[in-house]
């Protein structure tokens, strides 16, 4: 059985992640209130944002910048757009 969550992104019970997905307080944080779901929109953008933006990942400032990002993605809070982003014509 799956192990369910209230997602704080998506404000109800849903499937959780199956192990925290950094070490530390975060990462339980993140375990104990973010869905597999909106982990996965997470992961995504977090993508598109690195590629867009042309992030080193190697630069501190960069790694702050998606910290600061991932928090307000999973607070519901108006997150950076990925310029020149266009989605796929179905």
């Not at 404000?11 to 950094?22: A, K, N, R, S, T």
């Not at 993140?30 to 982990?39: E, G, H, P, T, Y």
């Amino acid at each position: 059985m799956a192990r369910m969550v209230f997602c704080r992104k998506f404000q109800q019970e849903m499937e959780g992640l199956d192990v925290p997905p950094m070490p530390g307080a975060k990462g339980q944080e993140l375990f104990d209130s973010v869905s597999k779901q909106a982990w996965q929109e997470w992961l995504n953008h977090q993508t598109m944002l690195i590629n867009e933006k042309h992030l080193n990942m190697m630069d501190l400032t960069a790694r702050a910048y998606l910290n600061e990002q991932r928090d307000k993605f999973f607070a519901g809070d108006a997150i950076d757009s990925v310029e020149g982003y266009v989605p796929p014509s179905e």
